[in-house]
């Protein structure tokens, strides 16, 4: 018998099935727009970093049909338009299966920070479903994760990843190695994704390489790493976003080996050495009415 009638048989009986996923944001601590498609997207050539910020999942599964989700977050959307919404639809679909879907979604990643909090989510639910579930293969699994967002099959499978191409050519790269990570984000920011790769496609560069970047996350040297760290959409952002710019100067001078927006922003990650720096850090922003956490690498 195939796991997935298994699994159907099981919720005819009246199985219910309940299980919770911590789901960890990211940052870039390298992201190069390397070109442009006919489409509309664009390509990107990116180093993804998971940390330890996570919402959390829960999803129970019974007999019947429908999804339904629920959330500390007053401003997420619960209906369609939500990502968790979705890849519990397809993944459904995908599987050929119908059961009834309740989701609750603990928000503690900042909405529309260049943090992938909706795509780890979503890869959350992909997770739960196919534990239950069973029914897809891994390359099966991804086409589904990349059909809901470039950054969804960096969520689904890997703690760190050089991303290529939309962002579903994953390589290996060795994550950060232990460090103290500040992110701020000012309450006021936010930055539209769409907007920003608008602005790219106005300016006139050269596309740096990934290369020097993993070679430092390879050795576990953060001080060349913060010195080959980048990310292009500071080239539009910052001009634009003053606060941007003035987290980033505060976890500089609080002792940061570096500092860099995440994404297409507004946030911003600090790396330290000094747990005391990160500390400094972490309160002098909060004086500044900013949203601000003290994490360190998801491994």
Same mark, same amino acid.
């Given at each position: 018998?195939?796991?997935?009638?298994?699994?159907?048989?099981?919720l005819?009986?009246?199985?219910?099935?309940?299980?919770?996923?911590f789901c960890?944001?990211k940052?870039n601590l390298?992201?190069?727009?390397?070109?442009?498609?006919?489409?509309?997207?664009?390509?990107?050539e990116?180093?993804?970093?998971?940390? /330890?910020?996570c919402?959390?999942?829960?999803?129970?599964?019974?007999?019947?049909?429908?999804?339904?989700?629920a959330? @500390?977050?007053?401003?997420?959307?619960?209906g369609?338009? @939500?990502?968790?919404?979705?890849?519990a639809?397809l993944?459904? @679909?995908?599987?050929?299966?119908? +059961?009834?879907?309740?989701?609750?979604?603990?928000?503690?990643?900042?909405?529309?920070?260049?943090?992938?909090?909706?795509?780890?989510?979503?890869?959350?639910?992909?997770?739960?479903?196919?534990?239950?579930?069973? /029914?897809l293969?891994?390359t099966?699994?991804?086409?589904?994760?990349?059909?809901?967002? /470039?950054?969804?099959?960096?969520c689904?499978?890997?703690?760190?990843?050089? *991303?290529?191409?939309?962002?579903?050519?994953?390589?290996?790269?060795?994550?950060?190695?232990?460090?103290?990570?500040?992110? $701020?984000?000012?309450?006021?920011?936010?930055?539209?994704?769409?907007?920003?790769?608008?602005?790219?496609?106005?300016l006139d560069?050269?596309?740096?390489?990934?290369?020097?970047v993993?070679?430092?996350?390879?050795?576990?040297?953060?001080?060349?790493?913060?010195?080959?760290?980048?990310?292009?959409?500071?080239d539009?952002?910052?001009?634009?976003?003053?606060?941007?710019?003035?987290?980033?100067?505060?976890?500089?001078? *609080?002792? +940061?080996?570096a500092?860099?927006?995440?994404?297409?922003?507004?946030?911003?990650?600090?790396?330290?050495?000094s747990?005391?720096?990160?500390?400094? $850090?972490?309160?002098?922003?909060?004086?500044? @009415?900013?949203?601000?956490?003290?994490?360190?690498?998801? *491994?």
């Amino acid at each position: 018998m195939k796991r997935s009638e298994y699994f159907q048989k099981r919720l005819a009986s009246g199985d219910v099935i309940t299980s919770t996923r911590f789901c960890p944001a990211k940052i870039n601590l390298f992201l190069e727009v390397t070109g442009s498609r006919e489409d509309g997207y664009h390509t990107i050539e990116s180093v993804m970093q998971k940390i /330890a910020l996570c919402d959390r999942v829960t999803m129970t599964i019974s007999k019947g049909e429908g999804i339904t989700i629920a959330s @500390n977050d007053r401003t997420l959307p619960t209906g369609e338009k @939500n990502l968790c919404y979705r890849a519990a639809e397809l993944y459904l @679909n995908a599987a050929g299966i119908t +059961a009834k879907i309740d989701m609750m979604i603990e928000k503690r990643i900042p909405i529309a920070a260049g943090m992938a909090g909706g795509s780890t989510d979503a890869a959350g639910v992909l997770k739960i479903l196919d534990e239950a579930v069973g /029914a897809l293969n891994k390359t099966e699994l991804a086409s589904l994760a990349l059909s809901l967002g /470039a950054d969804v099959p960096f969520c689904l499978f890997r703690s760190a990843s050089i *991303c290529r191409s939309l962002g579903e050519e994953l390589s290996y790269v060795k994550g950060l190695s232990a460090c103290h990570i500040v992110v $701020a984000k000012d309450r006021k920011e936010s930055v539209s994704t769409k907007d920003a790769y608008r602005m790219i496609d106005s300016l006139d560069y050269t596309p740096v390489s990934v290369q020097t970047v993993a070679e430092a996350l390879e050795k576990g040297d953060l001080s060349s790493l913060s010195s080959s760290m980048m990310n292009r959409f500071e080239d539009v952002i910052l001009p634009l976003r003053p606060a941007v710019g003035v987290i980033k100067e505060t976890l500089l001078s *609080c002792g +940061a080996i570096a500092a860099m927006m995440s994404g297409s922003g507004p946030s911003v990650f600090g790396i330290f050495e000094s747990e005391d720096d990160a500390r400094r $850090a972490r309160d002098l922003l909060r004086e500044k @009415n900013c949203f601000v956490f003290m994490t360190r690498p998801w *491994c």
